[in-house]
């Protein structure tokens, strides 16, 4: 294809895009204001959930019968980073590793199955972990009270999360690069003693898990199994600079591990000596599948095209939630030069 039929092709696409009016932005997060001081907040991007599990624990199945629907309500699809920590009861849980232990006993899981919610002390109880399991009819019932006391937290969030990371095939070597912005209450409200935690999760691992009725089941399928920890397992310490923080980390994943179905989780959250003093200020998930993707092929059909485009377009003028795959030059913004760099990708460029 001729550079002269290229430019016209572009000129066309240019010329369309400009007729319709596409001069908008949309960032992901975006950032809200506050009433009319110099207070800002930021959407909630993730609820962390951390399941406290084990391939011998009886009840465990169940907990995650209710976590299921909790992880389905409509009202929280795609708002909730879930990673399972196993550890070792009555058996030894191939799951199981020194760092993940030591986060549930660090925590204070003391009953299993068990979870914590963004870190916060919903029941009052001065303890983080609730036990999530139930049985019969009763496990819509507690997925139901656990996912409305999720959608009832309405804590402002004063610092957002920009989640990247690239991945080498070859050597399997992945880099992890989180940074942010903060409110300019940020440093008022929780201090210096601000933590970020990275967890690396991954789905669909098959191996034996003790049913409710006492017997094993050989092939139970194991999701969001927190494979480690990037980070040191309490957060590595935040410098906030002009109200913006940024932290890399790298791992040489094992061949065992399918990146494919792997996530990197990432959060900030207090630093404190205690449990109820680590409570999440924001959280982000990313799929590492999505790095293995076609680049500018945003509606994942293994090409780019028009469609594409127009996934970009709607992103932009705020009709389709912005995904950081259509931020093609990672400036934080979905924009006219993200679809100028699908139109380029389009065209071979």
Same mark, same amino acid.
């Given at each position: 294809m001729s550079q002269c039929l290229?430019?016209? *092709?572009? $000129? $066309? @696409?240019f010329s369309v895009l400009l007729f319709i009016g596409v001069i908008t932005t949309q960032a992901y997060p975006k950032l809200v204001a506050v009433n009319n001081d110099a207070a800002t907040e930021f959407p !909630?991007? *993730?609820h962390l959930v951390e399941l406290f599990t084990s391939q011998g624990c009886l009840y465990c199945p169940l907990g995650e019968e209710v976590l299921e629907l909790v992880y389905q309500k409509p009202e929280l699809s795609e708002k909730i980073a879930w990673a399972s920590l196993h550890i070792n009861i009555t058996v030894s849980d191939v799951f199981c590793t020194s760092k993940t232990s030591t986060i549930c006993t660090d925590l204070g899981a003391t009953s299993f199955p068990s979870a %914590?919610?963004?870190?916060k002390d919903y029941t009052g109880d001065g303890k983080l972990p609730i036990v999530v399991s139930a049985v019969n009819e009763n496990i819509p019932i507690v997925a139901q009270e656990l996912s409305q006391m999720l959608m009832d937290d309405t804590t402002p969030c004063l610092a957002n999360i920009k989640l990247d990371a690239t991945y080498d095939e %070859?050597? !399997?070597m992945l880099n992890v690069d989180v940074s942010g912005q903060t409110a300019s209450n940020f440093i008022a409200t929780y201090g210096n003693n601000v933590g970020l935690t990275v967890y690396l999760t991954e789905d669909s691992l098959v191996a034996r898990q003790l049913s409710p009725d006492g017997t094993w089941v050989p092939d139970y399928v194991h999701n969001h199994v927190v494979r480690d920890v990037l980070s040191s397992i309490k957060g590595d310490m935040v410098t906030i600079t002009n109200g913006i923080y940024q932290k890399s980390f790298t791992k040489t994943l094992k061949e065992a591990w399918n990146v494919n179905n792997m996530q990197v989780i990432a959060f900030l959250h207090r630093k404190g000596s205690t449990p109820i003093t680590r409570e999440v200020?924001?959280?982000?998930?990313? /799929?590492?599948? /999505? @790095?293995?993707? +076609? *680049?500018? /092929?945003?509606?994942? /059909?293994? *090409? +780019?095209d028009i469609a594409d485009i127009n996934a970009v377009i709607n992103m932009m003028l705020g009709k389709a939630d912005a995904v950081p795959a259509a931020d093609l030059n990672t400036d934080g913004n979905v924009d006219i030069s993200d679809v100028n760099a699908v139109i380029n990708l389009m065209l071979g460029k």
């Open positions: 290229i430019d016209m *092709k572009k $000129f $066309f @696409l !909630r991007q *993730k %914590t919610f963004n870190r %070859t050597t !399997r200020i924001n959280c982000e998930m990313i /799929d590492l599948r /999505d @790095l293995l993707a +076609v *680049k500018g /092929d945003i509606n994942g /059909d293994g *090409k +780019v």
